[in-house]
């Protein structure tokens, strides 16, 4: 497969020039003039990962249904929701994990009944490996 060519902005030329002329400035003790030239050449290995769908329930706006709730429950809902917290607070790990599940499948299930998909369209993942710059000052 061919890579296309990557085509780099003067400003980022220009920056990335500028950090290169500053790391030559510091390394440099001696008083004089010095002139240079950079050339620099950045290999390695890119690995795009395949799109996907994938579900995302948080469309589902949980903390805007929470509010919704909690309003039926007229002026007791601040002491419903300390008495949820209390209980949340109580629980290990594990029956958290148990509730959520629990909750988004309903969510889930609700959110499919009425038509409302909650499935996107994910970029694949794509990481740099065995990136290496090389190139000098002369």
Known sequence: ???PTLI???KDRIDAGKEAAKA???SLTQPGTYDFKLDLEVTGTVTVGKSHEQAFIQQACPWTCMAILLEEFGPT???RLERAIR?????????R????EDLKE???NVMDRLGYSTVKMVV???TFRDLMVTGGIS
Do not use: W
């Open 8 to 10: 780099i902005s003067e």
């Open 124 to 126: 694949g993942r794509k």
């Open 97 to 100: 994990k148990d509730e959520r």
């Open 77 to 79: 809902r601040l002491e």
């Open 87 to 95: 209980t949340v607070a109580a629980m290990t790990p594990d029956e």
């Open 24 to 26: 030559l400035m510091d």
């Open 106 to 108: 309903m969510a889930e």
């Open 1 to 3: 497969m061919n890579i």
